[in-house]
């Protein structure tokens, strides 16, 4: 779990940097899919996982505004505020946390049980599935996108 956490990270983290070359009204420009643009995406991503593990701690969410972090400079400024709260939570998980049932009341009354394991789960492929709308995004930008290989980029370390 933590090593999927950290590999997105790192990949968000070499987004921001891809982002840091292109023009703002491209970061902001509407796309076809997601959640409308490369810059929302980013903040999207943010947003959502840092909104799960704040339930999951049985704490508040509330939804941040994009309106409020319209440049990268303020989503990553989000990224670093939300980031340390996560990230001590991600590095807290133990298998005891895998079956905890996390109870969803939805808008129309019912109750959904979800396992904490699912939903971490959920979380990491959120941020791949974004992730690889960025990349389609880049590319009509005309650049290259992040590179979304696990391997090599020292998540593990191999016994030798």
């Known amino acids: 779990m933590k090593t999927m956490f950290r590999y997105n990270w790192m990949v968000r983290d070499a987004w921001y940097a891809w982002c840091e070359n292109v023009p703002e009204e491209e970061l902001l420009r509407e796309r076809t899919g997601g ?11 943010v947003d959502v996982e840092w909104s799960w593990i704040r339930v999951m701690q049985g704490e508040p969410d509330f939804q ?31 298998d005891g946390l895998e079956r905890r049932p996390f109870y969803d009341r939805r ?5 959904v049980i979800d396992a904490w394991g699912e939903i971490m789960r959920h979380v990491v492929a959120h941020h791949i599935h974004h992730a690889g709308q960025l990349s389609v995004w880049a590319r009509e930008v005309g650049k290259a996108p992040v590179s979304p290989n696990v391997i090599g980029r020292g998540l593990i370390a191999p016994d030798l």
């Open 35 to 45: 959640v409308g643009g490369i810059l929302r995406t980013l903040f999207h991503m």
């Open 64 to 94: 941040e505004d994009f309106a409020e972090y319209r440049s990268l400079e303020r989503v990553k400024e989000l990224d670093r505020r939300f980031r340390p709260e996560v990230e001590a939570f991600v590095d807290g998980w133990h």
């Open 107 to 111: 808008a129309d009354g019912t109750v």
